[in-house]
């Protein structure tokens, strides 16, 4: 048997375990939060935003934020059914109902004509997420916005690297937010942040992220609301402060790793790989196949196909309409129908050519049938 192709697993050098070493022998008392302070102040400089909030998740950071905007009881948010089911638990553990609607069949993100069509008067805010580091189109997200005085939330958590004419994914919104779940393009284990460049909005959620204590709050023990705990801890932070300073090198080789495998499909038919349209800059974070209708490949194809090879291929995520919880939604078309033939490549930082060239030899055994 061949050895195994795993999807992803983070980029670990000398420097995130000498950081990580250190919280632990020294990040205490006086020191407990050196480590995410630093981590915020390299994200922040990053991103070009104000303001940022390190977090134990990008669920957690999704959660306090829409927290903040006051979305509740009754409200509706909308955003693409074609996602992973963590942007949409935060708008459900509120209380509010998440609106599916569908997706571009290119860039595989919402379709901006039909947000508009979708927003009533309970609509209280628009998530858009940049699937697997394509962007949304948020000028015209943005503009919608504008018009219906609803807030665009970014939730960037697989878009870290990708820009959109100049600005950089997640610093576009009201606010923005990211994971650093170890399959992420950067990873504390678990993790994730708060990004936003609105003075209030932050204090906000400052406040609730310290169980409702604010930061002017003189008596101890005193919280002035119910707030959450979504806190990254200092040991966390440590390995996000060296994975901060090695950002240019992680991003710069997810992308050389998407643009190999583009290049290797460019003279096919019937296949098309993650967009990278004028002024875009795509972040590959999870560079995916999706084959058209006619070549009749199927995921069941594709998973088959891999697993003899020994490669670990993922599924592109189900649309959430016909998940179980939300069967009540109306299910949408290009995002009921791209999972069906699609795939996932492997892209871990330390994948290498010959690994690459392993993938590529499914993906063109199967075309050339
Ligand atoms: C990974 C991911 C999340 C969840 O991140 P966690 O840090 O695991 O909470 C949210 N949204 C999208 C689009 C993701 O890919």
């Known amino acids: 048997m061949k050895e195994r192709i795993h999807y992803t697993k983070p980029s670990i050098t000398e420097l995130e375990v000498r950081y990580a070493t250190d919280a632990a022998a020294n990040g ?3 020191k407990c939060y050196e480590y995410i302070n630093r981590f915020e102040e ?3 400089a990053h991103l070009g935003v104000k303001y940022a909030i390190a977090t134990s998740s990008c669920t957690g950071a999704l959660h306090m934020g829409m927290a903040a905007l006051g979305i509740g009881r009754g409200d509706e948010v909308i955003m693409a059914d074609s996602n992973w089911i963590a942007t949409a638990s935060p708008i459900v553990h509120l209380g509010a109902k998440p609106i599916f609607v569908d997706i571009l069949p290119d860039s595989w993100c919402l379709d ?6 979708a927003i009533t008067p309970h609509t209280k805010a628009i998530v858009a997420v940049h699937l697997y580091g394509n962007l949304c189109e948020m000028d015209k997200l943005l503009a919608i916005g504008e018009k219906y005085g609803i807030p665009v939330i970014e939730d960037a958590a697989e878009a870290i690297g990708s820009i959109y004419h100049g600005k950089r994914a997640g610093s576009m919104g009201k606010f923005g937010a990211f994971s650093f779940h170890g399959t992420k393009t950067l990873t504390t284990g678990e ?3 708060f990004v936003t460049n609105d003075p209030e909005l932050y204090e906000h959620v400052l406040t609730l992220s310290n169980h409702g204590r604010a930061r002017g709050q003189t008596k101890q023990f005193w919280p002035d609301m119910v707030g959450f705990k979504y806190k990254m801890s200092n040991i966390q932070a440590a390995i996000g402060c060296a994975q901060m300073e090695r950002i240019g090198e992680l991003i710069c080789r997810k992308r050389e790793i998407f643009l190999y495998y583009r290049n290797q499909l460019a003279t096919f038919l019937g296949i098309s790989i993650n967009p990278e349209p004028t002024g875009i800059v795509n972040g590959a974070w999870m560079p995916t196949v999706v084959f058209d209708e006619y070549t009749n490949i199927t995921r069941e194809d594709l998973q088959i196909a891999f697993a003899k090879e020994n490669i670990d291929a993922r ?3 189900h649309a959430l309409s016909n998940l179980p919880m939300f069967e009540k ?3 949408t078309l290009i995002s009921s129908s791209i999972p069906k033939r699609s795939i996932n490549l492997p892209s871990y930082h330390d994948l290498t050519r010959a690994d690459q060239d392993r993938v590529m030899a499914v993906i063109k055994s199967l075309i050339s049938h």
């Open 42 to 44: 390299a994200f922040k």
């Open 329 to 331: 939604q109306k299910s």
């Open 28 to 30: 205490w008392g006086e």
């Open 191 to 193: 993790g994730g942040i």
């Open 112 to 117: 901006p004509e039909l947000v508009e069509q």
């Open 315 to 317: 599924v592109f995520f």
